[in-house]
């Protein structure tokens, strides 16, 4: 599934809405604002439809690999669907 420019412009567009709009006075880490930035991400992510790799580029390279192994995890945790005859 390809996602056309205009979408993925107006991600981008969304994407810089939010890294432009003002934290709150209280004082975060590092962290906070990393897992902050990956749930936004991960809503847009959803209503744009973007793909594992768009997803994965996104993080730093180790939090690409751990979001990957999360989704491995996830669909190994599944069981397996059989049609029946």
Same mark, same amino acid.
């Given at each position: 599934? @390809? $996602?056309?420019? *205009?979408?993925?412009?107006?991600?981008? +567009?969304?994407?810089?809405?939010? *890294?432009? /709009? !003002? @934290?709150?006075? $209280? /004082? @975060? @880490?590092?962290?906070?604002?990393? *897992?902050?930035?990956?749930?936004?991400?991960?809503?847009?992510?959803?209503?744009? =439809?973007?793909?594992?790799?768009?997803?994965?580029?996104?993080?730093?390279? +180790?939090? =690409? #690999?751990?979001?990957?192994?999360?989704? #491995?995890?996830?669909?190994?945790? /599944?069981? #397996? !669907?059989? !049609? /029946? #005859?």
């Amino acid at each position: 599934m @390809t $996602v056309s420019k *205009d979408a993925f412009q107006r991600f981008q +567009e969304e994407l810089a809405a939010l *890294d432009a /709009k !003002k @934290t709150s006075p $209280v /004082k @975060t @880490t590092a962290a906070n604002r990393l *897992d902050h930035a990956k749930a936004e991400f991960l809503q847009l992510r959803k209503r744009y =439809g973007l793909t594992v790799a768009d997803a994965v580029t996104f993080f730093p390279e +180790e939090e =690409g #690999i751990a979001y990957l192994q999360e989704l #491995i995890a996830a669909n190994a945790a /599944k069981p #397996i !669907k059989r !049609k /029946k #005859i």
